[in-house]
């Protein structure tokens, strides 16, 4: 386990660097010059080239990479060319508000996938269970910013139960904060729920064909008393997996999600940082995303390996 | 009394498991058939001009004045823009798919056929990719290169490489330990050979399943990426686009952002369920529980 572990960390150290290499060369192909691009075009030669030394960016590609990726483990992002602001404390600030959605999305695709996969592997016989199936298929096909719009036009428009979006922090009044969480949450949560409740499905199908569980029934278990006690966490294994899995894809769509309901988020920092040609924090928000999801898919492997040893020999 | 009567009741389970594979495939079959017509169609024939813009008939509703699904905030025909929409959906998830399989397919038989240290690195590097969702990925080149719908596509064709090199390479080390690849070897013929005779017309069945599967994520992400703005252009018309403008009419008008809505998750399904449907239908021992 030991060595497995010394390996994975291996592997995720060099994809970080590959990775912080790969963001840093895709920015700086980029046609436009930053500091032509904060002077606009009327600025003379003299100014611009001054802008480039304040900048930086006259300096060879070599240094700035350098310069750039040996302030990141400090979070230290470097300074927008376009706000003069410091990148890292942004990032900080935006990166709260991601989180707590994502958070809040992966809780409630739990909550939709485990009573919606479980129902369906025990009527998988049925035409109720059939109907379950069929209806997670439909959820797996709706994008997740879709459902967003969708539920604002149910709870927000129709009904109006719920604010259209909007952000408050949490210390400064928790019920509007979680009122302005729950719509986003559940549209990423919803869809996220269908996708894991096909899982939940397959692996309470497998459980129920073992043996145990059928001694557990031949004690005079109920079915479900008997899966709870003897099948939860058989079933689980492959479960948890996707969920890691799925917290990549979760944090991504959380990008698209913020934009529906104008979250002050990673997404949006991201989005604005685009629209204003602010490429040094389209690059600090790309990477730490990129790191975000190399980080998940270490932590499943470890996990992986933690929950079934038989894996820990495997690639 | 027919012949009919006489065969037994068809409860058997081979007889169950084509019966849902067919339904399967006839479902997504159907679907995607409609977006294929519609975008055909919509070569020869819209009903209105899809991109004119009618001040006169701003927000018309549906079935007025010859508009079928009515008309948008400026004025264009919803039931054309959609037509055409298809066209931009199927092009981007056909070039998408096409680059992610013509790279990641030889890749992953590489890796499968050689193993050791060069299936070491196409693995790594595949998992670095992964680190890079199609999103990202386009939002970034968005961000260097302006957003267009050939960026869009190649984002997330790049993408979609790993899905295919995993697949391929998976299938590749099972057909590896075959007698027939045992045969070809020890008939003494090349490793090129070998992989395009023995290897690919082995694993192609499960390539295509997969192809489905990708041209659905394709669909999903080429509209998120409209939806951002990183995809395709005004004014060629985008499912994911026509559901970023009807936002904001949302309380007004939310037909404007049902109908791309619904046209999504439609082609997406169709294309879920032939995958699903497709991967039954060829190779019954990789059958999920459903």
């Given at each position: 386990m030991g060595l497995y572990l010394l390996v994975r960390a291996a592997v995720l150290v060099v994809s970080t660097a590959v990775a912080s290499v790969v963001v840093f060369a895709v920015m700086a192909v980029l046609p436009g010059d930053p500091a032509e691009v904060a002077l606009g075009v009327n600025a003379t030669a003299e100014a611009v080239a001054a802008k480039r030394t304040e900048f930086g960016t006259d300096r060879p590609l070599t240094t700035q990479f350098l310069d750039w990726v040996s302030g990141l483990p400090a979070g230290d992002f470097g300074v927008s060319y376009v706000t003069t602001d410091r990148i890292g404390p942004q990032i900080v600030d935006r990166l709260g508000v991601t989180l707590w959605l994502v958070l809040f999305g992966m809780l409630m695709a739990i909550v939709v996938a485990v009573p919606l996969g479980t129902a369906a592997a025990v009527r998988h016989r049925s035409v109720g269970g059939l109907l379950l199936s069929g209806l997670s298929q439909v959820g797996v096909a709706v994008p997740a910013f879709l459902a967003g719009i969708l539920l604002v036009y149910l709870f927000a428009v129709t009904w109006q139960a719920l604010p259209s979006g909007g952000y408050t922090p949490l210390a400064e009044d928790p019920a509007t904060w979680l009122r302005q969480l729950l719509l986003p949450s559940l549209s990423l949560g919803l869809v996220q729920g269908a996708v894991l409740s096909r899982y939940v499905r397959s692996a309470v199908l497998d459980v129920m064909r073992e043996d145990y569980i059928r001694t557990a029934r031949a004690k005079g278990l109920g079915l479900y008393r008997a899966l709870w006690k003897h099948g939860a966490r058989n079933a689980a294994i492959p479960v948890v997996t996707v969920l890691g899995l799925q917290l990549a894809t979760l944090l991504i769509g959380a990008v698209v999600v913020e934009r529906v309901f104008t979250l002050p988020g990673l997404g949006s920092l991201l989005l604005d940082g685009v629209a204003n040609r602010d490429l040094l924090l389209v690059q600090g928000t790309v990477m730490v995303l990129v790191v975000a999801v190399l980080g998940i898919n270490f932590l499943v492997d470890v996990l992986y390996a933690l929950l079934d040893p038989r894996l820990r020999g495997v690639r | 009394m027919t012949a009919l009567d006489n065969l037994p009741a068809p409860t058997d389970r081979a007889y169950r498991r084509w019966h849902r594979v067919n339904a399967s495939i006839m479902v997504g079959g159907t679907l995607v058939a409609l977006v294929v017509l519609a975008a055909l169609t919509s070569f020869v024939w819209?009903?209105?001009?899809?991109v004119h813009v009618d001040a006169a008939h701003r927000l018309a509703p549906a079935f007025s004045d010859g508009f079928l699904l009515g008309t948008d905030k400026f004025g264009r025909d919803v039931a054309s823009q959609l037509m055409v929409g298809a066209r931009t959906t199927l092009f981007v998830g056909i070039v998408a798919v096409g680059v992610a399989a013509v790279i990641g397919t030889p890749l992953g038989v590489l890796a499968g056929m050689a193993g050791g240290w060069l299936s070491e690195v196409v693995m790594r590097a595949n998992d670095l990719l992964f680190a890079f969702p199609a999103l990202l990925l386009a939002i970034m080149l968005g961000a260097v290169f302006g957003a267009s719908t050939l960026t869009a596509m190649i984002a997330i064709g790049v993408a979609t490489i790993p899905a295919f090199a995993r697949v391929a390479r998976g299938q590749t080390l099972g057909v590896m330990h075959t007698e027939y690849i045992l045969a070809a070897r020890a008939a003494g013929r090349s490793r090129l050979a070998i992989a395009l005779r023995h290897v690919l017309p082995n694993i192609a069945s499960i390539l295509i399943v997969q192809a489905s599967v990708s041209f659905a994520i394709a669909i999903l992400a080429e509209a998120a990426l409209s939806f951002l703005g990183f995809g395709t252009r005004p004014p060629t018309p985008s499912w994911g686009r026509m559901l970023q403008e009807s936002q904001e009419l949302l309380f007004s008008t939310p037909r404007l952002a049902f109908v791309p809505g619904i046209a999504i998750a439609l082609a997406v399904l169709g294309f879920n369920l032939l995958g699903d449907g497709l991967r039954d239908w060829l190779d019954p021992k990789l059958r999920e529980h459903r």
């Open positions: - | 819209t009903p209105h001009d899809a």
